[in-house]
């Protein structure tokens, strides 16, 4: 990629490693459960994060539906946070297609619901309530910019859920960011956790593909949640195979991206005019002071058509510009941007 994307980690290309087990893949038909890259990615995966089952699936937004789907009835209300991706980000699918009421909770500047405040959520034993049936927590906190979620703070959710009889859900799109930020085990992450979703795409530069852990029981409900909403697939060995490549050689590198968000974010802080908002994992969040006279919209325009670098405006914030590092972003990369960003601002 010699354009510098940084408008998200979903522009991440495949690898040539990646593209490579494609074109090698062995396939079946994975509605009969015989395509064995798939049967051996999904063993991988629960195995990882410390589940008894997985599921492909294709994307994260399926992940976490399958997941509200086989966990909830139609009428069941989830705890989940208000500018959680599932609750502002996937179109509402739980109420478009599951009839799951979301109740929300504020989503702290760190990424985190507070416990006083999950407590507030769950609706009496009143037959005029809907019955509270989830939590879910999102892992690394997109809205929150990127923040990363502790193993202590999601052990003492676990324990509310578990206190209230309630299911616990994580959207981890990103949990293997989180387990890169904290240094740990993403076991850790998932541990109390009935499921998790991730995705192979984003940071692990997989062209495809979202993983669901959980139990075997509930594996096998989210399956035909997939079914029912056609995300059932067939050969689909050739995209497990680059899923697989992501797992085992991507995750180990997320810390590099890292990295390369906290220099981008020194390098852009020290021009005049920028105001950096946060930094944390691979995202960076700026906005222009007052006194610059180019507009956020003219100066990302500039920077396509100059120097081919893409940003984008963050929808959740007025003002806001959202960069993200990923596989595809190296140093003389992040050089180049704070030049550019620096001549268009001079
Ligand atoms: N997020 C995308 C956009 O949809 C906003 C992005 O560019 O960040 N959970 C989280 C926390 C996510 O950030 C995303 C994607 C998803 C779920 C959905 O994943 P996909 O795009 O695979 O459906």
Partial sequence: MKTIDLRSDTVTHPTPAMREAMANAAVGDDVYHDDPTVNQLEADAAELLGKEAAVFVASGTQGNLCALLAHCNRGDSIIIGDSSHIFSYEQGGMAQLGGILPHTAPVQPDGSLRIC???????????????????????????????????????????????????????????????????????????????????????????????????????????????????????????????????HTMRDRLGEDHDNAQLLAEGLSELPGVRIKSQNTNFVFFSLADEVDISLDALLEALRRDYDIFMSIYSGERGLIRLRTHYWINRQAIDKVVAAVSSLLS
């Fill in 117 to 247: 405040d999950l407590e507030s959520a769950i609706n009496p034993d009143d037959e005029h309530k809907p019955a509270t049936r989830l939590v879910a927590l999102e892992n690394t906190h997109n809205a929150a910019g990127g923040m990363p979620l502790s193993a202590e703070y999601t052990a003492e959710v676990a324990e509310f859920a578990r206190r209230n009889r309630l299911i616990f859900h994580i959207d981890g799109a990103r949990i293997f960011n989180a387990a890169a930020a904290y240094g740990v085990d993403v076991k850790d992450l998932a541990a109390g956790a009935d499921s998790v979703t991730f995705c192979l795409s984003k940071g692990l530069c997989a062209p495809a593909g979202s993983i669901l852990v959980g139990s075997q029981d509930f594996i096998r409900r989210a399956r035909r949640a997939r079914k029912v909403l056609g995300g059932s697939m067939r050969q689909v060995g050739v995209l497990a195979a680059a899923g697989s490549v992501a797992l």
